[in-house]
């Protein structure tokens, strides 16, 4: 019985082509020029990625209509879609007390569901801006805590020199003395 060959590796070999990279051509330049970045869509992962979209995929990709502008204060669209769910989310109410088997019941469901996709939606554009912000802060504490720890050595340095100074006064003979 033959044994099975069972060499999987967790990542696929280079292509072939990376060998055409040597120093030589490097320094001459002649190995290949980069391929052109792709300005349409392309799969990734399973999942269609574009490098217009930014981080986060537009809304019509989804398939929903846009309810506030691309380019928009998010703070202020945002506080309008919250009062457009307490509104919204009242109205609803109001129908189920009424007449809970309304048609107007499933429109008011769906206008909520949207309107929660979109806030969503909004949320997911500061992502990028918030990890921008978190990295300001912790580049700030890390220079705050060097800064500090520069001071210390200092001090300690300044300490070291002069009990030096003070060891070398002691141990040096004197000239006066030794007469």
Not at 60 to 83: A, G, I, S, W
Not at 111 to 127: A, G, K, P, S, V
């Amino acid at each position: 019985m033959a044994a099975k060959d069972n060499n999987t590796t967790p990542m696929p070999a280079p292509p072939d082509y990376f060998k055409e990279f040597t120093d030589d051509n490097v320094r001459n330049n002649t190995c290949p020029k980069p391929p052109k970045i792709p300005t349409d869509a392309v799969k990734i992962f399973g999942t269609d990625q574009c490098s217009s979209w930014g981080t986060v995929r537009p809304l019509e990709t989804y398939n929903f209509p846009r309810l506030h502008p691309q380019y928009c204060d998010h703070r202020k669209e945002l506080k309008k879609m919250v009062q457009s769910v307490a509104i919204g989310f009242l109205d609803l109410l109001d129908i189920l007390t009424k007449v809970p088997d309304s048609r107007e019941r499933n429109q008011r469901i769906d206008d909520l569901m949207l309107l929660f996709i979109h806030i969503h939606h909004m949320i997911n554009e500061f992502r990028p801006h918030q990890a921008r912000e978190s990295l300001k802060l912790i580049l700030e504490v890390q220079k705050r805590r060097r800064e500090t720890l520069s001071l210390n050595l200092k001090k300690v340095i300044e300490k070291c020199t002069q009990s030096l100074s003070e060891a070398k006064k002691i141990l040096e003979p004197d000239p006066h003395e030794i007469l």
